[in-house]
């Protein structure tokens, strides 16, 4: 069965490796005139994308529900996090000429805050784990 699904996945993205390669070069070739057909094959190629984005961690998480739990457990982690940077970290305070010339409001100064205060907090726990795993190995 695999040999069979992987069999069809390269046929597949072979006919739209061959598509995508004409059209570039009927487009190269063309010029201007050809864009709206390149544009709607790559919505085309957008849409194909975000299906399979979707659709495989559902099927993956059909066929085994118990790796699939601890992917849940660690997207629920992530949203503690980002509330826990939102809710008490980020404050969204919006003074300057910077915010107004690109018209940032304040709900996107707190998004962007706790974006920020996510990334240094996961940095920090990169870090403290890397300095955990070469402290223990000298140990062992």
Do not use: C
């Amino acid at each position: 069965m695999k040999d069979k699904t992987a069999t069809i996945l390269r046929l597949f993205l072979a006919v739209l490796l061959v598509i995508s390669a004409v059209l570039f070069v009927i487009f190269y070739t063309q010029g201007e005139a050809f864009t709206d057909t390149v544009m709607f094959w790559a919505y085309i190629l957008l849409v194909i994308t975000v299906v399979i984005t979707v659709l495989f961690p559902i099927y993956f998480f059909i066929t085994n529900p118990k790796k699939g739990l601890t992917v849940l457990v660690a997207l629920a982690g992530f949203a503690l996090l980002y509330a826990i940077a939102h809710f008490t970290l980020a404050s969204g305070d919006i003074t300057g000429e910077v915010y107004e010339k690109f018209e940032i409001t304040e709900w996107a100064s707190k998004f962007i805050g706790s974006m920020l205060y996510m990334t240094y907090i996961l940095g920090g726990v990169a870090i403290l784990s890397i300095f955990y795993a070469g402290i223990s190995s000298l140990f062992k």
